[in-house]
């Protein structure tokens, strides 16, 4: 079955960086979109990347664009969130998700597999 583990999560100060990385295992992710959400308390989950595993096309969500960078190291099996010039509105928990697919989705409803999710907190 698949299963996704996220890491690198922590404290930053604002303006910091952090990576989050996010193991992928159980199945071929090939034809597998990846991406990456977060959520803060009280609010819903909010979409913030998403990368097609095969072809390496990637999406950002407008509020990380330009500060947020979503990878993956195909002979590792890891995607990763290269998140930089952090604000505390960033702080929130973030999780990995997996479905079957070859177009970007940014619907949290659309994927099927999901992490157990890593903090993320910045202080200003």
């Known amino acids: 079955q698949v299963q996704l583990v996220e890491s690198g999560g922590g404290l930053a100060q604002a303006g910091g960086s952090l990576r989050l990385s996010c193991v992928a295992s159980g199945r071929t992710f090939s034809t597998y979109r990846m991406g990456w959400f977060r959520q803060a308390p009280g609010k819903e989950r909010e979409f913030v990347a998403a990368i097609i595993w095969s072809s390496g096309f990637t999406y950002h969500a407008d509020s990380v664009k330009g500060r947020f960078i979503i990878s993956r190291d195909n002979v590792k099996n890891v995607v990763y969130l290269q998140m930089n010039s952090l604000n505390p509105e960033d702080t929130a928990t973030y999780y990995c998700?997996?479905?079957?697919?070859?177009?970007?989705?940014?619907?949290?409803?659309?994927?099927?597999?999901w992490g157990q999710g890593t903090q993320v907190t910045v202080s200003s």
């Open positions: 998700a997996a479905s079957p697919g070859t177009t970007v989705v940014a619907a949290a409803g659309r994927y099927d597999y």
